[in-house]
T-cell receptor
Framework: GAVVSQHPSRVICKSGTSVKIECRSLDFQATTMFWYRQFPKQSLMLMATSNEGSKATYEQGVEKDKFLINHASLTLSTLTVTSAHPEDSSFYIC??????????FGSGTRLTVV | AQKITQTQPGMFVQEKEAVTLDCTYDTSDQSYGLFWYKQPSSGEMIFLIYQGSYDEQNATEGRYSLNFQKARKSANLVISASQLGDSAMYFCAAPGETSGSRLTFGEGTQLTVNP
């Protein structure tokens, strides 16, 4: 079946640094990628939708300059958390749409900013 | 836009018994679908089952089945013969009307299976 590989699975970074999270679709072309954020014991909140070759669409309240999304190819989308702060510590997970209401999720990234 | 409501923050069930996790939705779309996902403590999202609004029969996938009541706008997940490995967070979700649109998730239900 369809697989989305997400890396890293876990990252600890210092305050003020940037962290890049990658999601790759391994055996299909992901024209649309969704990026979610999840706090402990809460639901997934959509941060942004990225389409290959165009600018991402951010949800209200999400800082586009802080959470940079690049979807340069049909198999790779990246989320960069710039100038990370402790409040950015969270679980980030991507999901690729395959059309026909099929969705494949990455395995998620636990970000801890110290 | 879809709104998904899961009113059970936590549920407990004895091993080998059945459990129903509630999900109600609110949509003005004529055609829609509903998903259930399982999220263990590792964080991955595991697809369990899908129900289309025009499907005539309730969806079933092994021990998982959907009690889909369109008039009541509910799509409850039934897990039969619960296993210890079923302990996880469960999310109900729905996409927008167009294929490939964003998923909106409910608040989730934490299921604990007791031995």
């Amino acid at each position: 079946g369809a697989v989305v590989s997400q890396h890293p699975s876990r990252v600890i970074c210092k305050s003020g640094t940037s962290v890049k999270i990658e999601c790759r679709s391994l055996d299909f072309q992901a024209t649309t990628m969704f990026w979610y954020r999840q706090f402990p014991k809460q639901s997934l909140m959509l941060m942004a939708t990225s389409n290959e070759g165009s600018k991402a669409t951010y949800e209200q309240g999400v800082e586009k300059d802080k959470f940079l999304i690049n979807h340069a190819s049909l198999t790779l989308s990246t989320l960069t958390v710039t100038s990370a702060h402790p409040e950015d510590s969270s679980f980030y997970i991507c999901s690729a749409s395959q059309g026909n209401y099929g969705y494949t999720f990455g395995s998620g990234t636990r970000l801890t900013v110290v | 836009a879809q709104k998904i409501t899961q009113t059970q923050p936590g549920m407990f069930v004895q091993e080998k018994e059945a459990v129903t996790l509630d999900c109600t939705y609110d949509t003005s779309d004529q055609s829609y679908g509903l998903f259930w996902y399982k999220q263990p403590s590792s964080g991955e999202m595991i697809f369990l089952i899908y129900q289309g609004s025009y499907d005539e029969q309730n969806a079933t996938e092994g021990r998982y089945s959907l009690n889909f009541q369109k008039a009541r706008k509910s799509a409850n997940l039934v897990i039969s013969a619960s296993q210890l490995g079923d302990s996880a967070m469960y999310f109900c979700a729905a996409p927008g009307e167009t294929s490939g649109s964003r998923l909106t998730f409910g608040e989730g239900t934490q299921l604990t299976v007791n031995p």
